[in-house]
Structures are given as structure tokens and as C-alpha cells.
């Protein structure tokens, strides 16, 4: 099966959103699925802003009541959350997952922790945390971080964001071709994988 590639940044809902379709989609199919970091708000401090300071004039109400309706098929409440965190480490610290294969379950988990839990995941602490909790060894998680030995990545991907004039998070490709994007519903998700991915592999 040609590979799936996922664009993606923990900051934002609608990527947390497509976390919780591929999840869905991964208990009755094998997926050959691969999430690409972005970092869509580099200038967010690491101790985190509100939602209202980075989306001016956001309407609180209206954006739960949408992102709520869209999580409902697969138990998810992303409205629920309106801190922004810094997600430059956490991003990195999916490079050391991978290596450690450990990619899916690290980024369950600082999914679960920011938008489940509230915790911001700019903190080291909350990272070194969660570590613990999928078997990353915490020392060299944080001198990764600490050192920003994965500096060159972070920016190879934003490079390749560029590159493919990719505009917004998450985006999703399957080999070469860009196949979904932005908002969408987990019926739609449906939609496209059943014509696009696992038809194609039938």
C-alpha cells in the first residue's frame, strides 16, 4: 500500500480531529500512515496563550458547538480546550518516537494529555511525563529537546510544506496525491479513504 502522509501540528483541533478518524479507520484496517510536523504557531511562548489572544474576536460558543458536532462520531470534544501551547518540543519529540518506534503511541499520548487532560504540552516536564508513560527514555528525550538536534527536521518538513503549497493542517496525502484537507467530518474522511486509498489497493 502506497504511504499516507499526514500533515499536522498538536496545536490545532482539526489535526486532533483527523487523529481520532485515522484511529476509527485503524480498528478494522491496516494503515500505512506517517504524521508530518508542522509548526503553525512558532511565536506562541512556551508557558502557552489563550485561544482568544491567537484567533481574535473568535466566538468561544461557536467554535465548541463545531468542533464538538465534528468529534461526535468518534467520542471526541476538541471545543473543549482554549489554550494554545508552544508545540515546537513535543513536534521534535516525535522524531525521537519514531526512531524508538514509537510514533503512534507518543503522539496518542500528547494528544490525550493536551486536549483530554488540559496540560500544556510546552512544559519538558509534561513531556518527560508523558515519556514515561509509552517507554521513551527521559534523559535522552530531554537532551534531544534540550540540544535541538532535530532542528533540521522540523525545518525540512517545513520546506516540504512549501514545496507543496500545503496551506493548512491538517493535510493529508496518500503517495503523491493531496487527498483531503482543513475541516472535515469523519464522513467525508470515510468517503475519500474508501475511494482513494483502500480502493486502490483492491
Keep these: 500500500m502506497k504511504q499516507l502522509r499526514i500533515f499536522f501540528d498538536f496545536s490545532c483541533p482539526y489535526c486532533y480531529l483527523a487523529w481520532g478518524y485515522f484511529k476509527k479507520i485503524r480498528e478494522s484496517a491496516e494503515l500505512n500512515d506517517d504524521w508530518v510536523s508542522w509548526e503553525i504557531h512558532p511565536e506562541i511562548p512556551r508557558e502557552g496563550r489563550n485561544i482568544q489572544d491567537v484567533l481574535q474576536g473568535v466566538d468561544l460558543a461557536e467554535r465548541r458547538q463545531k468542533l464538538n458536532a465534528l ?21 521534535a519529540a516525535v522524531e525521537v518516537a519514531r526512531e524508538n518506534q514509537k ?95 483502500f480502493g486502490a489497493s483492491q
Design 71 to 91: 468529534g461526535a462520531p468518534v467520542g471526541l470534544a476538541p471545543g473543549e480546550k482554549v489554550f494554545v501551547p508552544n508545540t515546537r518540543w513535543a513536534l
Design 103 to 197: 510514533m503512534h503511541v507518543w503522539i496518542d499520548a500528547v494528544y490525550h494529555a493536551s486536549f483530554v487532560e488540559k496540560k500544556n504540552i510546552g512544559d519538558m516536564e509534561v513531556l518527560l511525563t508523558i515519556a514515561r508513560q509509552v517507554g521513551l527514555e527521559e534523559t535522552t528525550l530531554r537532551q534531544a529537546l534540550e540540544s535541538g538536534c532535530y532542528e533540521k527536521v522540523l525545518l525540512e518538513h517545513e520546506h516540504e510544506c512549501i514545496d507543496k503549497k500545503i496551506e493548512w493542517v491538517p493535510t493529508v496525502f496518500f503517495g503523491e496525491e493531496k487527498i483531503i484537507e482543513g475541516a472535515f467530518t469523519f464522513a467525508d474522511f470515510e468517503t475519500v479513504m474508501n475511494a482513494k486509498v
